[in-house]
Each structure stands twice: as structure tokens, then as C-alpha cells.
């Protein structure tokens, strides 16, 4: 999900830089040059999930799993999907540089609310199979419905009602990545968890 | 100087940010009109010599004015007795120029930037040094990784698999998603032993230092003042008082 750049307007673009400011400088805490290689793959990883789509009809949507990339990394998420966008707007003209800040705020917040909220669901393992799909889910559900939210309330700051319609459309359109997000994370957080528990627990966060 | 020269990237960047600084700010059409026909003559002056160009920015421009189009439909309509807004239609056409020029100046601008140099021009602008080596890092490993994504879907698709939407399909992302994750934990375990192996405690970030700004050639700044004077005066077209 992202907002063009061009669509918002200075007061919301100085503000939602001023909050992703606070969250990198929080996630930036946990990075050493030692860890700097984990966190990078870690990035990568995420930046590659980007590319990978969901047919739908004649069209596609492409995945975000922004609440898993929480239960991952925590508040590392805010570095993590700033350079993934920063990146993406390079590359793609996905978003803007004038818009990371707001972009990286919708993203990021969302996903670090859903690693405060579910990771500790998770510490101990083995958790059994209900629990990891509906964690999973639920990290899906709070990525994505904070993300649209936050967007929802940027737009509205800047248009106010004229932009209404907009909005109720952006919001109508995340209603199949959220169905399609909740049951691709749920199954990976699944995978995930049976596979290697401690992706979840402190001991990937030491490392990082 | 590089057998190919490029600008220096702090100043490409610094170039960018101004006129999407300029476009965000300015609410006069006049103004954002004189920007757009700048940068979209600019683009067809280089697109004439270079042709790759062409491809990049019709593709970059077609993406940003899909989501234009619903922007006219739900801010410059009003369907209820289908007439136009003019409040809506005046911001939906703020929005299609200011998106449009930032688009194709950031295209113009950077042009062949890569990711590392992305991160170099960032932290000489102020950005922290742990973030603009994370990001040249990111460059890096997202080249790693796409070959295992590759090779990964390459297998999936040796066992017959054709995506389509359906739970399969869902149920093959989420292990593509899952592995992917894997593979990351296990090369950044095998990373970091590696580094200790080899006694690495490293407390600097491997970022490389820019060349001092007095060292940069004229022409490098020529490019930014060039950005600064088009959008000065674009910006002060709306104070002109023309006489009839």
C-alpha cells in the first residue's frame, strides 16, 4: 500500500515524518554493525515478498504481510520497511521520497502494534497449531486494517471531506489483500513456527 | 571521475527532494503547470537520445495516472446528480500535476542511481550512517535472495504448479514466504559465524565517505542550480502581474 507522492499535503507529510523519525530512531537502537548483515537479509526478505502476486480475475495483488514482518522483527520494522520503500521508490516509482516518511508510517506502525501485541503469544515454544494460525491471522488483520486506517486519516487531514470518496474506495480495494494477507500469514506463521519456533522469540531478536 | 560520469548523487538527490518540496507546497495551477511542461520537455529531450528512457518513464507515468483516474472519479464527480465538483475537480488537478512532475523529475534526476548509491547520497545529506549501510546492505542481499526465490519457484513450478486465485496458490505463497524467511536465518546464522571466525568486531559502519563538497566539478552543480532557478521562478509565476 502505498500514497503517491504529490497527494499529501505538507502538514501531514512533516508530521508522519516526524513520527517515523521516532520509530527508526527507536529501531536503530537494536542495529549494531555487528547485526547489520541480519538485518539486511532480513529487508531483503521482506522487500522480495513485495514482488510476489496473487492472481485475482484479469489482476493481481501483491502481498504485504506487514503484520508478520512485526512478529519477526518488532521495532526493527521501522528501519526495515523504510529501506524496503526507499528502495521501491527507486526502483519503481512506488511511493516518493517526499511521501517515505507517511509511507513508512502506514506500513510500520501497524506492524510494530502487531509484534508488541502478538509476540509474546509466541516465546514459548511449541505452540500448537490453532495458536500460530490465529496469531498469524490476527497479525494480518492489525497490518493491514492499521495500514488502511492510517492512510484513511492522511488523506482525510488533507482533503477532508472532498477526499471522501477516495477513501471509502482505497479502503474497499485492501478488502481482498486483507482476506488474501490473513490466510497467507496465517500459514506462514504456521510453517514458520513448526519449522524454526525461534524465529519469533528472543533469540532472532539477539542476533539482531 | 568514472569512465561514464554521473553526478554526484547528494546533489541528484538534493535536486529531487526541491521539486517534490516545490510540487507538495505550491497550490497555484499556474505554477505546477509551468512545472510539468518543464520537466515533460526536459523528458522528451533526453528520451530522444537515449530510448531505454522512453519504456521507464511511460511504464512509471501509466502506474501513478491508474491511480490519478480514480481520483478524478471520486473527488471531481459528484454521482449523486452527476455534476462536477469544481473544489474536487481543482485538487484533483493539483494532485495529477504534482504527482506527474515528481515523477518525471525523479526519473530524470536519478537515472541510473543504484541502491548503494542511493544510501551514499542519503547519509551525505544527513540521513544516519546506520541506516545508508543498511540500505547499500539491503542492495546487496536482495540480489542474494532473489536467486534463492528463483530457484525456489522454479521448484514449485517443476511439481506442476500454475498460480491462480485459489487456497493452493495461497497455501504455496505462504511456504514460498515461509522458506524465504528460513533461508534468511539460516544464511544470517552462517554469516555471523563467519565473521566471528574470522574475529570480526567491527563498530564502524561500512558506509564510504563522500567526496567533500569544494571538490565537486561545476557541471555537478550546475544540474542542482538549474533545478533551483526553473523552480524558483516557477514558483513566483503566480506574483507576475501580466498587463493586459
Given amino acids: ?208 | 571521475m568514472s569512465h561514464v560520469h554521473h553526478p554526484d548523487g547528494r546533489l541528484r538527490l538534493a535536486a529531487t527532494l526541491i521539486v517534490s518540496i516545490a510540487a507538495a507546497l505550491s497550490t497555484s495551477l499556474a505554477s505546477l503547470l509551468a512545472m510539468f511542461s518543464i520537466a515533460l520537455l526536459v523528458t522528451i529531450f533526453v528520451a530522444a537520445k537515449d530510448r531505454m528512457l522512453i519504456t521507464n518513464v511511460g511504464r512509471r507515468l501509466l502506474r501513478v495516472n491508474a491511480f490519478l483516474s480514480l481520483v478524478w472519479i471520486t473527488t471531481a464527480i459528484t454521482w449523486r446528480d452527476t455534476a462536477i465538483d469544481t473544489i474536487g475537480a481543482l485538487l484533483a488537478m493539483q494532485m495529477t500535476l504534482r504527482v506527474n512532475i515528481v515523477t518525471l523529475a525523479a526519473t530524470l534526476l536519478l537515472m541510473r542511481m543504484s541502491g548503494v548509491d542511493l544510501g551514499r547520497a542519503a547519509v551525505g545529506l544527513g540521513l544516519p550512517n546506520a541506516l545508508g549501510a543498511l540500505l547499500a546492505q539491503v542492495v546487496r542481499q536482495v540480489a542474494l535472495l532473489s536467486e534463492t526465490k528463483t530457484r525456489l519457484e522454479r521448484a514449485i513450478r517443476a511439481r506442476a504448479y500454475r498460480p491462480a486465485f485459489g487456497f493452493r496458490s495461497l497455501h504455496v505463497s505462504a511456504q514460498l514466504v515461509a522458506w524465504l524467511i528460513i533461508h534468511a536465518l539460516a544464511r544470517s546464522e552462517r554469516l555471523s559465524l563467519g565473521l566471528r571466525a574470522r574475529g570480526m568486531n567491527s563498530f564502524r559502519w561500512p558506509i564510504r565517505t563522500s567526496t567533500a563538497w569544494r571538490a565537486l566539478p561545476k557541471s555537478d552543480w550546475s544540474i542542482l542550480v538549474a533545478v533551483m532557478l526553473i523552480v524558483g521562478l516557477c514558483l513566483f509565476l503566480p506574483r507576475l502581474e501580466i498587463p493586459s
Fill in chain 1, 1 to 208: 500500500m502505498h500514497i503517491a507522492e504529490g497527494v499529501l499535503d505538507i502538514p501531514t507529510l512533516v508530521a508522519s515524518a516526524a513520527c517515523t523519525a521516532v520509530g527508526i530512531t527507536i529501531g536503530l537502537r537494536q542495529l549494531t554493525p555487528g547485526t547489520l548483515p541480519t538485518a539486511a537479509l532480513f529487508a531483503a526478505v521482506f522487500f522480495l515478498i513485495g514482488t510476489i502476486h496473487i492472481p485475482i480475475g484479469v489482476g493481481s495483488v501483491h502481498l504485504i504481510l506487514n503484520g508478520l514482518i512485526g512478529l519477526v522483527l518488532g521495532w526493527l520494522a521501522f528501519p526495515v520497511i523504510f529501506v524496503a520503500l526507499a528502495l521501491q521508490a527507486l526502483l519503481f516509482s512506488f511511493g516518493g521520497f517526499t511521501s517515505l516518511g507517511a509511507n513508512t508510517l502506514l506500513m510500520a506502525l501497524p506492524a510494530v502494534t502487531a509484534g508488541l501485541i502478538l509476540r509474546p503469544l509466541l516465546r514459548r515454544p511449541p505452540s500448537s497449531k490453532r495458536r500460530l494460525l490465529a496469531v498469524g491471522a490476527l497479525a494480518a488483520t492489525i497490518g493491514i486494517l492499521g495500514a488502511t486506517l492510517i492512510a484513511a486519516a492522511m488523506l482525510w487531514s488533507t482533503g477532508g471531506d472532498t477526499l471522501l470518496g477516495l477513501i471509502t474506495l482505497v479502503a474497499a480495494a485492501q478488502t481482498p489483500v486483507w482476506l488474501i494477507d490473513v490466510i497467507v500469514t496465517a500459514l506462514a506463521v504456521n510453517m514458520l513456527g513448526r519449522a524454526r519456533a525461534t524465529a519469533f522469540t528472543s533469540e532472532t531478536q539477539r542476533d539482531l
